[in-house]
């Protein structure tokens, strides 16, 4: 069933965005009385068209659904040429992150000019609205920002944090030991230069734990994929 990210009218009725609206009418082809799944509030409603101009949708009742994770994970990315960051913010959201960061640091080669950052992140929320939509969460995550390496704000941090650095030992799961539910995660992956010596004492400085993510080197957005893929399989087992 079509599923959309809309807001509470009232508790009887939902509003969804103008975007979408056009997709149900004119995309969906929807008329008088189809259904539709909607999320608002964090909470999955099953919907029913009442009338289609001016379009007013009903909630039927709530529907249960268990596909969040039940900690909250963070992802903090290098920035990356080209669409990589759009696949990375896409698949980040399909694993089930809840935040997500973009990063520069020394080895970054993205530089966004000032200008450009609004525009970006409208694409990613956009990219993280679907992404969320396709993979049915109640959630769409939130992105924090662009930061620089050095000045990292609180708000990216978790109970456990996690550098991936490829100069380390090839043990995964003993990387992962410490990882146990109940505890909110932060994994941080670096640019195609990977980070500098001083920048993974600086950050182990800061609480972060330096971990592998295997024998072979791993581009960065297999790298992001791949740790969210084991930080999840970790957090639900
Ligand atoms: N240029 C580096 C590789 C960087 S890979 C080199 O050739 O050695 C890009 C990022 O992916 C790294 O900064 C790291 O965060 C992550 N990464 C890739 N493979 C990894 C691995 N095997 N273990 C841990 N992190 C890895």
Redesign the pocket.
């Given at each position: 069933m079509q599923r959309y990210f809309a807001s509470l009218l009232s508790k009887e009725h939902i509003k969804l965005e103008s975007e979408d609206e056009h997709h149900l009418l004119h995309v969906m082809r929807m008329k008088k009385d189809d259904e539709i799944e909607v999320v608002a509030n964090d909470k999955l409603f099953l919907c029913r068209i009442e009338n289609v101009n001016p379009l007013n949708i009903y909630i039927v009742h709530e529907i249960n659904s268990d596909v969040e994770l039940n900690e909250d994970v963070t992802l903090l990315f290098?920035l990356t040429k080209g669409d990589r960051t759009d696949l990375v913010v896409q698949k980040a959201t399909e694993l089930g992150v809840k935040k997500i960061a973009l990063i520069q640091s020394e080895r970054t080669v993205v530089r966004y000019e000032e200008k450009d950052i609004a525009k970006k992140c409208a694409r990613y929320q956009k990219i993280m609205k679907e992404a969320s939509e396709q993979s049915h969460r109640l959630v769409v995550p939130t992105l924090l920002g662009i930061y620089n390496l050095k000045k990292l704000p609180k708000e990216v941090y978790s109970d456990l944090n996690y550098?991936?650095?490829?100069?380390?030992a090839?043990d995964v799961e003993g990387s992962f030991k410490g990882l146990t539910k109940g505890k909110s995660v932060t994994i941080?992956?670096?640019?195609?230069?990977?980070?500098s010596k001083e920048e993974i004492d600086m950050l182990v400085n800061q609480g972060f734990i330096r971990?592998?993510?295997?024998?072979?080197?791993?581009?960065?957005e297999?790298?992001?994929i791949y740790a969210l893929s084991v930080i999840g399989y970790l957090l639900e087992r």
């Open positions: 290098a550098v991936a650095y490829e100069k380390d090839n941080l992956v670096g640019p195609e230069g990977g980070f971990t592998s993510l295997g024998k072979r080197i791993l581009r960065a297999t790298a992001a």
